[in-house]
């Protein structure tokens, strides 16, 4: 079998979507593909009010107590959806702020987390 190139140039006349949608797309996927991340990305997709009118701002340390990680991983995450546009972030004095950028994409996602444990839970009873 010969081996094959992740983007093979045949391959890609026939897709919908312009090299850099993909690129993004596999950017988006890889970051999310780590399960600390995920977790970050849920937390800051709580919204604080019940009819979900604002998504909240949480500070590092409070990410990293809530989803048990050490401040320094933690803050490492954080830059990784910072940089990858997942998640904003604004200084205040010596404070930083984090929020979610686009809440309807995270949540979109979390629905096909949610379609994937399903999907388990249905392989695991066969």
Known sequence: ?????????????????PEEVDKYVDTFLSTTCNTSRRYILELLACPEHEDG?????????EIAKAIGLAAAT??????????VGLVTSRREGNVVYYQLRNHSLVLAFHDLLEALDHDYALKKEM
């Open 1 to 17: 079998m010969a081996p094959s190139s992740s983007k093979p140039k045949q391959a890609r006349k026939g897709l919908r979507r």
């Open 53 to 61: 009118s604002r998504m909240p701002e949480m500070r590092s340390g």
């Open 74 to 83: 933690t803050s490492e995450h954080l830059s990784q959806l910072v940089a």
